[in-house]
């Protein structure tokens, strides 16, 4: 965007080196606004949409700043931490206070989504100096929130085995979109009641979320303080909460905030430059080192975390790339990456964390769809990324991992790049695009839908909504007769191609591992096929899970997923280091 600049770097609050990305236009007046994002999956999702509604407040005149929470994306800390949500509230005037150092706005506001929302209040009732409060969707108090979580939490449990399999680690808490609370820190978050909380008289936004009205309660204690209270319908919730390669930018309330707000005229101010933005991360005892890697597209930049091991450490020449699990950002499900990346550098593998165009904090188009995520440009992203990685001079073996399409990714890159000597591939949907292969699914999946008692007993006990057999009802019965014919004929998986990669994986002497979880379709169209992996490919591995969901979302799942990536990045490390005979 032009006369936009985006500055990522990390900053301090408390005991956390938190990371930010502050959208900074050319020209611009005395305001500057914090967005507080939301947790868990209502983060995954709208992270991308946040991201535009910066720049578009930016391209505005409006200095933003974005930051992940505390032992959130990409900063420092795990959530099991103690006083986590004090923390919280803390990093909200803290990063007031590195947007103000940054640019020297003299106006502070501050825009909170969900429990960001809540955390904006908070930090209000302790810092004087922020003028205005715009809340998306802000509860009265956390018993509120977590109302709502655990109903998602309830409608989550019919996808996943109900208890862990023998000898998966446990841990205390309350789990929900594949995150845990723990216990301490649910007390804190549920005990907040935001209308007993001190505030000083000041400009408050209120925006709905969609149609669910703005909460009363909370209305009544801003007015009461004194407060000048505006309440507006918060268009685009539900569109922004979607599966992040859906989810949409809420134009309507970026709008509503810049009538809001009413930025002053705006005057050019000097571009500011930073080096290349790094922090030394706690993880488990030891620092390591991240770093802010971006990778030369002819479109725009890609961005991504390069993470290092610390100094003391031998480090080696392999280096593992983590791609986007579909629209999510370079974290990983669950920030599974950002665990998965500090804890390899620990063991002096270097890591990538990588947003390809398109997803998390990279340039390109807003979202992209399904099958934008399977285009030829991305993977070619993935081989000019290791090409940047390489130019750092050290690195000449790569290991690559990825779930759904960038599990995708991982498998026609390894078949490219012998460089690569470990792809492990987490519930691919697909070894090669075909547009038809998800409406054949539909078809396949409708029918049996319509004709498995199972599936009927699941209705009656809430297990499937209707809604979800009235939609296969539809596609089973719209589908003409040769369609429907096709659908059943038609083998979903090349034969040829399927096998040529495997014959090259085999000839590289790389490594590539296939983990599924039950119930994955592309599962069960090698097994109907006759596409599993045999003892002829003594390269090639296929793993099963139990009943985990398609992104590992019990801790249980997450911890075995952890422990596999970890035995097969191990095992293709030592393999390198012996000498062939």
């Keep these: 965007m032009d006369g936009l600049t985006t500055l990522h770097r990390w900053f301090q609050s408390g005991r956390y080196s938190l990371l930010g990305h502050a959208d900074l236009p050319v020209h ?86 969900r429990v960001g929302a809540t955390l904006a209040v908070a930090a209000a009732s302790r810092e004087a100096n922020v003028q205005d409060l715009i809340l998306w969707g802000a509860p009265a108090c956390g018993r509120a929130e977590f109302r709502e979580m655990r109903a998602y939490a309830s409608m989550e449990r019919w996808e996943f085995d109900p208890d862990p399999p023998p000898g998966s680690q446990t841990a205390d808490g309350f789990e929900v979109g594949g995150f845990l609370i723990p216990p301490e820190m649910q007390r804190d978050w549920e005990g907040i009641d935001l209308t007993a909380l001190p505030m000083n008289p000041r400009r408050v936004l209120l925006l709905s979320r969609d149609d669910i009205s703005c909460d009363a309660k909370l209305v009544r204690s801003f007015e009461s303080a004194g407060c000048a209270v505006q309440t507006e319908t918060g268009s685009g919730y539900s569109a922004m909460m979607r599966q992040p390669h859906e989810a949409a930018f809420p134009g309507a309330v970026a709008d509503a905030i810049l009538r809001f707000l009413a930025p002053s005229s705006c005057e050019k101010v000097r571009r500011l430059e930073i080096a ?100 030829e440009e991305l993977v070619e992203q993935v081989e000019r990324a290791i090409e940047s990685l390489r130019s750092r001079g050290k690195f000449r073996r790569f290991a690559a991992v990825g779930l759904c399409s960038g599990a995708f990714w991982a498998f026609h890159a390894a078949f490219r790049n012998p460089e690569i000597r470990l792809a492990v591939l987490l519930n691919p949907r697909l070894f090669f695009w075909d547009p038809e292969a998800d409406f054949r699914r539909a078809v396949r999946r409708g029918t049996k839908g319509l004709t498995n008692p199972a599936d009927w007993w699941r209705v009656v006990r809430g297990g499937v909504q209707m809604d979800d057999l009235k939609r296969a009802a539809r596609v089973a019965l719209g589908t003409p007769q040769a369609n429907f014919r096709d659908a059943f004929s038609h083998p979903q998986i090349p034969a040829e191609r399927l096998a040529e990669t495997w014959q090259t994986i085999e000839r590289n002497g790389s490594r590539m591992t296939l983990v599924f979880t039950e119930r994955e379709p592309l599962l069960f169209e090698m097994e109907d096929e006759g596409r599993l992996p045999d003892e002829s490919y003594s390269r090639i591995q296929l793993v099963r899970l139990g009943k985990a969901g398609h992104t590992f979302r019990p801790r249980w799942a997450q911890q075995i997923v952890y422990e596999l990536i970890d035995r097969e990045i191990q095992s293709a490390v030592n393999e390198e280091r012996v000498p062939a005979v």
């Excluded at 770093?291 to 100094?311: D, L, R, Y």
């Excluded at 804890?343 to 340039?363: F, Q, T």
């Design 276 to 375: 290349r933005a790094s922090a030394a991360i706690e993880h488990a005892g030891a620092r390591v080192t991240e770093s802010v890697h971006t990778v030369p597209m002819a479109e725009g930049p890609a961005f991504g975390i390069f993470t290092e091991p610390p100094p003391r450490l031998a480090s080696s020449d392999w280096c593992v790339l983590f791609l986007n699990a579909g629209g999510v950002r370079h974290v990983g499900p669950n920030r599974m990456w950002v665990e998965a990346a500090r804890r390899h550098a620990l063991r002096g593998i270097a890591s990538l964390r990588l947003d390809l165009l398109g997803i998390g904090e990279s340039d390109g188009p807003p979202a992209l769809d399904i099958p934008d995520l399977y285009q």
């Design 28 to 113: 611009r007046g005395s305001m500057g606004l914090v967005i507080v994002p939301p947790f868990g999956w209502e983060d995954v999702s709208a992270y991308r949409p946040l991201r535009f509604v910066a720049r578009k407040l930016a391209a505005n005149g409006i200095a933003v700043l974005r930051f992940d929470l505390p032992a959130t994306g990409d900063s420092s800390g795990d959530l099991s931490d103690p006083e986590l949500f004090d923390c919280w509230i803390q990093s909200v005037g803290d990063a007031a206070a590195e947007l103000r150092a940054l640019t020297g706005v003299g106006r502070i506001a501050i825009f909170g989504v």
